[in-house]
């Protein structure tokens, strides 16, 4: 069992930055892939990134490559997102998910791949 709790998000003008956290419980973190999905009001929710249980293999959203950066410490049992650059089309629901099951280019972009997710933390950002 995991439980995931994400922290971080608030209101920021186009532009700026912002950095989430999640912090995971449970021994087992370390052999779980951790991933940052993203909803906004009225629309699905949508893949950002991901990262592999070693931390050595991410694949990210078109929409942020090059502005985002997901980092995992499996010491600590967290995962963070940095996000420059930010525009207002990033506002949403920013939700923490984890998996045990194997990434692959195929499929790590299915909500149905995450075993656990968190309670979400708001991100907006303004014009």
């Known amino acids: 069992q995991v439980q995931l709790v994400e922290s971080g998000g608030g209101l920021v003008q186009a532009g700026g930055s912002l950095r989430l956290s999640c912090a995971a419980s449970?021994?087992?973190?370390?052999?779980?892939?951790m991933a940052w999905f993203r909803q906004a009001p009225g629309k699905e929710r949508q893949f950002v990134v991901v990262i592999n249980w070693t931390g050595g293999v991410t694949y990210y959203g078109d929409s942020v490559k090059g502005r985002f950066t997901i980092s995992r410490d499996n010491a600590k049992n967290t995962v963070s997102l940095q996000m420059n650059s930010l525009k207002p089309e990033d506002t949403g629901i920013y939700y923490c998910?984890?998996?045990?099951?194997?990434?692959?280019?195929?499929?790590?972009?299915?909500?149905?791949?995450?075993?656990?997710w968190g309670q979400g933390t708001q991100v907006t950002v303004s014009s």
């Open positions: 998910a984890a998996t045990n099951g194997r990434l692959a280019s195929s499929n790590y972009y299915y909500t149905a791949l995450y075993n656990y």
């Open positions: 449970g021994r087992t973190f370390s052999r779980y892939g």
